[in-house]
């Protein structure tokens, strides 16, 4: 039987990244998955969407803008199966690239489903059946989420689907419903509406984004209602079922019983933990009511050698936050120096139109917390680079230490502000404060300056506005 230092389970984000940090510090490691190199982010989750929401934002500025730039034509085709093909490209030249990654650091890839046979043991068995067994000292699950959906709902990948069956599909649905209003609902929401599809978002919190600043939601709302995206927030749905042809869902809240109906629906709301069928509870290995595996800041579980990163660990799912896991994790297996990841202040991005990227607290939670707190604001309808681009909806918000100018969250929306985040995140990890950022001189004209002019805002003297 083969042994092993460090066996991962699962090669998304979380897992490569750290087989490729544990091979880098000279351990012996072997990287298992059931299906594919690159896990749900880089088959069929962030990378091909984003692509696809490219296709968007061309088809959005043509199908509705093209007047505003001189663009004209008679007949405007718009071939979704293209933006589809692009989308699969995408995705296999970044899955490829993590074959190359393992082969290059000398990990071991074992394809197949695992499962822990003893704490030190791992069955892995292939799609023909074959079953093996290898031995590692250090076992790390990373298998990922799956979508959550009541039971009730019978998702048959036509009329009801899930983010998976929207990726892949090459035809656009008539119409749609989309339950959920939080990143995924709303990057599908963009997609979609940019192509012409008539669709009503419903979300039973009170507000699109509900875990984003409240100002965030409310300059969402007002850009999707611009763009003819009806949003239902405030209502839970009560029953979703799929005819011949298409869906009906029934929702109450404020506005009472409503009744939709539409071509297909897309269920967005949340995801569950890949924990069931890997033997934890056989191992001792506690788990959150959730279904969450329980860790500790170095990504270890109750059993010493068993440890966890990533979605599993329902922390943050993102793909970023598995990654910074999965090194600390083979960090601290290896007994190497390594950091404690600070979970509140993980950047987090969604790349609807526009965009919205924050990390820290909300203005509210900030207040809630009884901290005393000073908030600068920019809009980019006075930044020069955003209005070249056409695109100036929505702002930059940095909420500080009153006394300080410690930063303590950010929230943004507008152009492009996902690229705008890791200045704003490194800021902070320094311990700059606002007083710092207004100093840092940004070129003219770049979208970045709205950061420079919310510090100045917070210090309470705003240049440009
Ligand atoms: C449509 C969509 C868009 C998204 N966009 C973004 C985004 O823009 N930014 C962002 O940060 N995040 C985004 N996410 C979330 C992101 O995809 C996840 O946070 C990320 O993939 C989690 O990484 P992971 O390594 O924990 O798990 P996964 O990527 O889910 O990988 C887990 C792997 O484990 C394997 N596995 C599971 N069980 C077993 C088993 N028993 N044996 C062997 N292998 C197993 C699976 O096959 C899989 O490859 C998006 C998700 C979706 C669905």
């Avoid at 490691?29 to 059931?34: C, E, L, R």
């Avoid at 690159?38 to 007047?67: F, M």
């Avoid at 419903?177 to 997609?191: C, D, L, N, S, Y």
């Avoid at 329902?314 to 390594?338: D, P």
């Amino acid at each position: 039987m083969e042994n092993y230092d460090v066996v991962i389970i699962g090669a998304g984000p979380a897992g490569y990244v750290c087989a490729v940090r544990s091979a880098q510090l000279g351990l012996k490691t072997a990287i298992i998955d059931k299906q594919w190199l690159g896990g749900v982010c880089l088959n069929v989750g962030c990378v091909p969407s984003k692509a696809l929401l490219r296709n968007a934002e061309i088809a959005h500025i043509l199908r509705e803008r093209g007047r505003e730039f001189g663009f004209s034509f008679d007949n405007l085709t718009l071939d979704y199966e293209v933006a589809v093909k692009r989308s699969r490209q995408a995705s296999d030249r970044l899955t490829k690239g993590v074959g190359f990654l393992m082969k290059k650091n000398n990990v071991a890839v074992l394809m197949g489903s695992a499962k822990f046979a003893a704490r030190d043991t791992i069955s892995i068995t292939d799609t023909d059946g074959k079953t093996i067994e290898i031995k590692s000292k250090n076992i790390i699950i990373a298998t990922g989420a799956q979508t959550m959906v009541p039971p009730a709902w019978k998702v048959d990948g036509k009329h009801i689907i899930t983010y998976l069956e929207a990726i892949l599909q090459t035809k656009l649905p008539e119409s749609a419903i989309i339950i959920g209003a939080g990143a995924i609902g709303v990057e599908f929401a963009t997609i979609w509406n940019s192509y012409g599809v008539p669709m009503t978002i419903v979300e039973m919190l009170p507000r699109l984004l509900p875990l984003e600043d409240d100002e965030v939601s409310t300059e969402l709302a007002r850009a999707f209602a611009k763009r003819k995206i009806t949003t239902l927030v405030g209502h839970k749905v009560d029953s979703l079922e799929a005819s011949e042809t298409g869906v009906t869902l029934q929702a109450s809240g404020d506005k009472g019983v409503v009744s939709l109906k539409a071509a297909q629906a897309l269920v967005a709301i949340g995801f569950r933990p890949n924990s069931h069928e890997l033997g934890l509870v056989e191992q001792g290995v506690k788990l959150t009511d959730k279904g969450a595996i329980e860790i500790d800041e170095r990504m270890s579980t109750n059993i010493p050698g068993t440890w966890a990163i990533g979605d599993v660990t329902g922390k943050l799912m993102l793909a970023h936050v598995g990654s910074a896991q999965g090194i600390v994790c083979a960090e601290n297996i290896a007994g190497v120096e390594t950091v404690q990841l600070n979970y509140e202040m993980m950047p987090r991005a969604t790349y609807c139109q526009p965009q919205v990227a924050s990390f820290g607290l909300t203005e509210n939670q900030a207040k809630e917390r009884g901290m005393e707190i000073k908030v600068g604001k920019f809009p980019f309808q006075a930044n020069g680079k955003a209005l070249g681009l056409g695109d100036y909806a929505g702002w930059v918000k940095i909420i500080a230490d009153a006394k300080y100018g410690e930063i303590l969250g950010a929230h943004m929306i507008g152009p492009e502000v996902t690229e705008l985040l890791p200045e704003l995140t490194s800021a902070q990890m320094m311990e700059l404060t606002t007083s710092e950022i207004a100093r840092n001189v940004h070129a003219h004209p770049t979208l970045s300056e709205a950061l420079m002019e919310a510090a100045h805002a917070a210090e309470g003297h705003s240049i440009n506005i």
